[in-house]
């Protein structure tokens, strides 16, 4: 029937390139918006991270007056954590989730065009602080009473409030449609348990997504009320309470860093089994440290609270702690599909394992903070911002560069230049430690987080200098990152559709994929359904009518054993 | 081909065929969009109840509105019983559409519309008459949050309302065929659910 007509007359009308780029409602064309967008605001945050970074290198204050570094850190986080890593991955996610899902798209494919165009727009509305006398500068917290009108009288504020409402409500859009569509859309024999454990980790990323999100929102507007209509949420003096900001903000906060560590590791998860020529150790076990991490996340916020005096410190500590148990499933996953594997150490192979070991050194630090003693000493002292850097920066975005590498070929046709990519990864894992390690050391010693100045005397200087060049040493590796991704597009080593031999249903279809994803898909018996087809158990199904036969014959989810019999 | 082909194309006339080889049985799709979106609606109305109490267990005086004011608990319940009864007008036409019946569609929807404006309606005037704003404590500006952003999500439903009954009007649905019209009493029924626990915890535990 009328199958052939599959693109019913593609290129009978002219879109311009631009035109097409800014209506499509294709999920790979808005996957991959999503990680350009996001990488121009890393730059942007780079940017002034290295300005944040030159204002410590030595005592005194010589780039910035106090107003500007308050905005310079205050913008850093924000942009860094809601416009940069959420959205990157988020990017990947919508990219690479339906092909996994062997899926021809999203489940609203409008709908997910418009979350990620109120990225963009969020996201100038909160830096457009900078054009109206200065952007907001009570950092990416905003503890009341830093925030009320009183003593952030300036519109920089009341943008920041908005432009972060805007973000949330387009990754709360997108949360939905990732839950409908891993939920409706999954091709036949695409079980729950076999699906891809990056699917598996934006499942619950999703998840956490829309229920923490709103409560920011919430939060959000009761701050704008506050500031603008005379409301008193957050003022002491008429009744309101100051540390209801942290409750609500830390609600949503500390899933926010699972929504940013989850969709990372399920790319590291991808990743090493390839990588290691073995499949994942312990599949169901990492997808249950998933769902118990998932879980677990709503129930320790106020750890970030512990000196407010105003939180049962033993319940909020034990349940941060027992986080450490799926973390550690996770780790033992990981190190036993390495374990005896045939290592092949290409550059998403090096980011994964860079990944693997700093965000070890960033969990135990993290289990460190859950102790209320350590906790009250370094309160607010570089200790937490060198936790957070090791888990956000050495965790997350070692994850989306991995990301990158990997699945360039998938999305261009492309492999990136090998050489050029370990050069990038050398000096980036370099000047990543160089940067983040040396702040455990001054946290320890007492040099308190979101100051421009310091004592000579303190004895920080060294140090921080250290910390300094570090930092530039991570803004140069992005140089031949750069370079490798423009080199390639225009001149690169064709990948051909599975350059890695991978064994999930993204390396099934060509490089890039055609709009409508898949022309057929193999057989699904098992979380590597192309496994069982390259290593001869199985056959690329040329005529629906078997699939769906297969289909029938498969209702047994779980049932992997004896499929390959089945099959021949 | 048979109907029940693997091309897996998003739309046009291919849809329902790629439906049922993507194995979308069960509950229709909008349907999970707008279930999920309810949750997320759960999570923000819980985020403001949740100022509500912080601000109640920590307050100092006798809670409730400031001096010269007063909250209208008469007019409260009248809004309430006009609300639970577009509750029920609402399932009423979805019953209708279900055997089938448009006539009777439009008939509930219509009602349901008119209960949602009147609702609107009474809190507006409610608010004229109470004798307090929201810069007047902690009290007032919980009250009018929480009563303010219910009466903003009845105003969206009352535009979902709308377009379904204009889209009724206009003989687009059928017993098979009125998705929306399932989503939009999924939606009516959360915010008269909320607004029955805002009534509750506002007017009755003082």
């Known amino acids: 029937m009328a199958t052939t007509t599959l693109e019913p007359r593609a290129g009978s009308y002219h879109r311009s390139w631009v035109l097409d780029w800014l209506t499509t409602v294709d999920h790979k064309k808005i996957g991959i918006l999503y990680i350009v967008n996001s990488f121009l605001f890393f730059f942007a945050a780079g940017f002034l991270a290295l300005l944040i970074r030159s204002e410590l290198a030595v005592p005194g204050m010589q780039f910035l007056d106090q107003n500007t570094y308050n905005q310079a850190f205050t913008m850093h986080g924000t942009i860094m954590i809601f416009l940069f890593v959420v959205p990157v991955l988020a990017g990947f996610g919508n990219y690479i989730v339906p092909l996994q899902l062997g899926a021809p798209d999203m489940a609203f494919p409008r709908i997910n065009a418009l979350s990620f165009w109120l990225l963009p727009l969020g996201g100038l509305l909160i830096f457009s602080g900078y054009l109206f006398g200065g952007a907001a500068a009570e950092g990416w917290t905003g503890y009341a009473p830093l925030t009320s009108d009183r003593f952030a009288p300036g519109v920089g504020t009341d943008l920041w409030i908005i432009g972060l409402a805007l973000v949330g409500t387009a990754s709360i859009m997108g949360a939905i449609n990732f839950i409908a569509t891993i939920f409706k859309m999954r091709a036949p024999g695409m079980t729950l348990m076999r699906m891809p454990i990056f699917v598996w980790t934006i499942l619950v990323t999703a998840t956490l997504i829309l229920l923490a999100t709103p409560v920011l929102t919430a939060g959000l507007i009761a701050l704008f009320i506050d500031r603008n209509y005379g409301g008193s949420f957050f003022d002491p003096a008429v009744g309101g309470n100051p540390i209801l900001w942290q409750h609500i903000f830390w609600f949503f906060g500390h899933p926010e860093v699972y929504i940013v560590i989850l969709p990372a590791m399920g790319v590291v998860s991808e990743i090493l089994p390839v990588f290691s020529r073995k499949p994942l150790f312990g599949y169901k076990a990492f997808v249950f440290a998933t769902v118990a991490i998932g879980l677990l996340s709503f129930s320790v916020w106020a750890h970030h609270m512990f000196t407010t005096g105003a939180v049962f410190l033993p319940f909020f500590s034990f349940m941060t702690a027992l986080i450490a148990i799926p973390t550690g499933i996770k780790m033992f996953n990981w190190l036993g599909t390495l374990w005896r594997g045939k290592l092949i150490l290409a550059t998403p192979m090096l980011f994964s394992l860079g990944f693997l070991s700093m965000f070890l050194i960033g969990g135990i630090s993290g289990v460190m903070l859950a102790s209320p003693p350590i906790d009250f000493h370094v309160q607010d002292t570089y200790f937490v911002v060198a936790h957070l850097h090791y888990v956000f920066f050495g965790g997350s975005v070692f994850g989306v560069f991995a990301a990158a590498y990997y699945w360039f070929p998938k999305m261009t046709g492309r492999k990136l230049n090998e050489p050029l990519g370990k050069i990038h990864f050398w000096i980036h894992f370099i000047g990543f430690n160089l940067a983040f390690f040396p702040m455990h050391q001054l946290g320890l010693s007492g040099m308190p987080r979101r100051i421009g100045d310091y004592s000579p005397d303190a004895g920080w200087t060294i140090l921080n200098m250290v910390s300094t060049v570090g930092a530039f040493m991570i803004a140069v590796s992005i140089i031949p990152f750069l370079i490798n991704v423009v080199a390639t597009l225009i001149n690169g080593e064709p990948a051909g559709d599975n350059p890695w031999e991978g064994n999930t249903l993204e390396w099934a279809t060509t490089s890039p994929p055609p709009p409508h994803n898949f022309d057929r898909l193999p057989p699904i018996h098992s979380e590597r359904p192309l496994f069982f087809l390259t290593q001869g158990h199985g056959h690329a199904v040329e005529r629906p009518e078997d699939l769906v036969e297969e289909e029938i014959v498969d209702e047994k989810p779980g049932d992997i054993e004896r499929r390959p019999k089945d099959l021949v | ?206």
């Open chain 2, 1 to 206: 081909m048979s109907a029940r082909t693997m091309q897996a194309h998003p739309s046009g006339e291919h849809e329902a065929a790629a439906a049922v080889a993507h194995g979308q049985s069960g509950m229709p799709m909008a349907l999970v969009g707008m279930l999920l979106f309810i949750a997320s609606e759960v999570m923000f109305f819980g985020g403001l109840f949740a100022t509500y109490f912080n601000a109640r267990a920590g307050f100092a005086g006798t809670w409730g509105p400031p001096e010269g004011g007063h909250i209208d608990l008469p007019l409260a319940a009248v809004l309430t019983a006009i609300l639970v009864a577009s509750s029920f007008t609402m399932q009423f036409g979805v019953w209708a559409i279900r055997r089938g019946d448009t006539g009777k569609l439009k008939l509930w929807t219509g009602i349901t519309l008119g209960l949602g404006i009147l609702f609107l309606a009474g809190q507006l005037y409610d608010y004229t008459e109470l004798g307090f704003g929201l810069s007047d404590g902690v009290f007032s500006t919980v009250f009018y949050t929480l009563t303010g952003f219910h009466g903003a999500h009845v105003f969206g439903g009352a535009i979902g309302l709308t377009v379904v009954l204009a889209r009724a009007l206009r003989g687009q649905f059928s017993r098979q065929n009125h998705v929306a019209v399932e989503a939009v009493s999924m939606y009516w029924h959360f915010v008269d659910v909320v607004w029955i626990a805002l009534f509750l915890i506002i007017y009755f535990l003082r």
